[in-house]
């Protein structure tokens, strides 16, 4: 919904760079503003907010327990598309989503949690959709098309994985391959940008072998969980050289060293999430 705020801005010099950006980039990705997986249907009012993200967490939780294992690292995706839960998530969830307004959420953390759980749940809902056979980087241009294309439409706005990612949950940054902030001033969705949390990077599955496993997250215990997702993805993707001093980073920290506020900045974090007999020598 556009604020009469927004409404009176006038698009700047980069804001129009921004714009012709994301045009040529989603018409190279084939990303069309129609092309979303929770189409309008025109149906019912607006639901609470508190009650459709608790009611998608407690969807999502069933959809873990029937079609991944144990620790989210593995999905089966036929027992995924056969689940009841995965019909009410569709038929019910995502049809709400499209009048359900994020921003009324009472806390950061709520609207944190979230944006975590429909990140996660757009990946999952878009390898079914997209019939993704082997890998989300096949096809044309590969993981520009997939994460441009995987979107759905929240309070009649257009929102993709690349905007969730980007431009909510890395307080607007933008992709680091791609110059400028993700939103434009005047964009409705900047309003929905929150501030970063690095641990994110830690709690978003992309789809991919190296991502961290597929999980989803509570307002009321989001810290506890993040904490614990930055751990354990330390503890399985960086190495350690006590001998040396060295640090060997995986390739989703260096995407984003700079969300880490400065290299120290990132190094501390790394140690602090270390596992305790490792953190001891540094």
């Not at 441009?148 to 890395?170: F, K, P, T, W």
């Not at 060295?246 to 060293?257: F, G």
């Amino acid at each position: 919904m556009v604020t009469l705020e927004q409404q009176q801005q006038r698009p700047t010099y980069k804001d129009t760079l921004i714009r012709g950006r994301e045009f040529l980039l989603n018409r190279l990705a084939g990303a069309t503003p129609h092309l979303v997986l929770n189409p309008d249907r025109a149906n019912g009012g607006m639901p609470p907010p508190a009650d459709l993200a608790a009611r998608i967490k407690q969807t999502l939780d069933e959809l873990k327990v029937t079609a991944m294992d144990q620790d989210g690292a593995k999905v089966d995706y036929a027992a995924l598309r056969s689940s009841s839960a995965y019909a009410v998530y569709q038929e019910e969830c995502l049809v709400k989503l499209q009048r359900f307004q994020p921003g009324k959420l009472e806390t950061a953390e709520a609207q944190r949690a979230f944006w975590l759980n429909l990140y996660n749940a757009l990946v999952l809902d878009a390898v079914v959709a997209f019939d993704v056979h082997d890998s989300i980087t096949e096809g044309w241009l590969g993981l520009l098309s997939f994460f441009r294309r995987a979107a759905y439409i929240v309070d009649g706005q257009r929102v993709s994985l690349e905007d969730i990612e980007h431009g909510i949950l890395r307080a607007n940054r933008g992709n680091p391959y791609v110059p400028g902030t993700h939103f434009a001033t005047v964009d409705p969705r900047r309003a929905w940008s929150l501030p970063l949390d690095p641990r994110i990077h830690f709690a978003l599955n992309c789809g991919g072998i190296s991502c961290p496993p597929v999980r989803f997250y509570a307002p009321d215990r989001l810290d506890a969980q993040l904490d614990l997702a930055a751990r354990n993805f330390v503890n399985a993707t960086v190495e350690t050289s006590p001998e040396s001093g060295e640090v060997h980073l995986s390739q989703i920290v260096r995407w984003y060293a700079g969300d880490f506020t400065s290299r120290e900045g990132l190094i501390d974090f790394l140690i602090a999430h270390l596992p305790d007999d490792a953190r001891r020598d540094y």
